[in-house]
């Protein structure tokens, strides 16, 4: 169905509408983006839509060493990131971390390979509960930031 407006330069524009779930006339609209000249191009594969995330938080340090070896410990404080967080191993063994319960070597604990191995989450991740941390040796060398 095609509705016709007028706009601010009283010129009759065409609109195209269908009915929605409760019987009611509502415009159709088409994702699009808009570069720097104001030109608008139908979002598609060629052509993503670009997301920004308006939530954003200044990232915190929560960089350390195992504090003892073969038991989790709690990284950021126990503090939860609200917006997701990065984990690096600098360490010359394997290290686990766990944003679902206490980490562990194994079950739901996530590897984070020697020499570099690194753990990111998207921005806007949200964990379910604190982040933990598992090395099998005092001294395990990690970075860590949150935001």
Known sequence: MTLL???AN????SLSTEVD????????????????????TPVGLQNPLPVMNAAGAVAS????TVATGGSAQTLFGGILPVNGFVVQNNSSAAL??????VASA???SIQLAANGGLFATP?????????SLYGATTGQAFVARRW
């Open 5 to 7: 407006v007028k706009d």
């Open 10 to 13: 009283t010129t009759v524009q």
């Open 21 to 40: 779930g409760n019987g009611n006339l509502v415009p159709v609209h088409a994702p699009a983006t808009t570069d720097a000249l104001g030109v608008s």
């Open 61 to 64: 340090d929560g960089s350390g």
């Open 96 to 101: 686990w971390i766990s944003d679902v319960g």
């Open 106 to 108: 194994g079950g739901a």
């Open 123 to 131: 921005s806007g991740y949200k964990p379910a509960g604190a982040v």
